[in-house]
């Protein structure tokens, strides 16, 4: 479901009463974060698979949490590599941001995509929220076609990115 209390919920249950001795996942961000006080109180450790959040590894001090790890990419390297992909490979200048104002993992790749892409010399020219579950996306995209970017970042996922992109092209919005 991705609910941060649920998951944190579940993560006492199975230690407290299922007795595992590790876990793998959750998947997003967002509950990775909430779980990882109970595991590190309970010494557990866990393994998230996509959750890109530093905060998933690292607390808010800089310190690392000893007993959860990740195997993938992070949202700083994710975010900057495709900032400088967008504007060295692509050529883009002008980027708009359509992100989901409820999820980590969006927030955070957002926030590296356009630091990397100003430091480069691009500019941001449209950032437009939206809360997971939505299903029209038409008064953001509207509001992004009036600013003429080159390309739209979507850092979310793919059930909304199916919706938000197909809604895009009906609006005539050619960007990458």
Do not use: H
């Amino acid at each position: 479901k991705g609910d941060a209390t649920e998951a944190v919920n579940a993560t006492k249950r199975l230690i407290t009463q299922d007795g595992v001795c590790a876990i793998i996942g959750p998947n997003a961000s967002g509950q990775a974060i909430a779980i990882s006080s109970v595991l590190e109180e309970y010494k557990v450790p866990d393994i998230s698979t996509v959750g890109t959040n530093p905060k998933v590894t690292v607390n808010d001090d800089g310190s690392v949490k000893e007993f959860n790890f990740r195997v993938c990419f992070i949202d700083p390297y994710q975010g900057a590599v495709a900032a400088g992909y967008a504007y060295d490979r692509l050529g883009l200048r002008n980027a708009a941001v359509l992100y989901d104002v409820a999820s980590d993992y969006s927030q955070g790749f957002t926030e590296f995509f356009e630091k990397t892409f100003t430091e480069k010399g691009g500019k941001i020219v449209a950032k437009e929220g939206f809360k997971s579950g939505d299903q029209d996306f038409r008064p953001q995209l509207s509001k992004i076609n009036g600013e003429n970017p080159d390309m739209i970042l979507m850092p979310y996922y793919y059930k909304e990115v199916a919706l938000s992109a197909n809604q895009a092209r009906e609006l005539g919005i050619d960007a990458v």
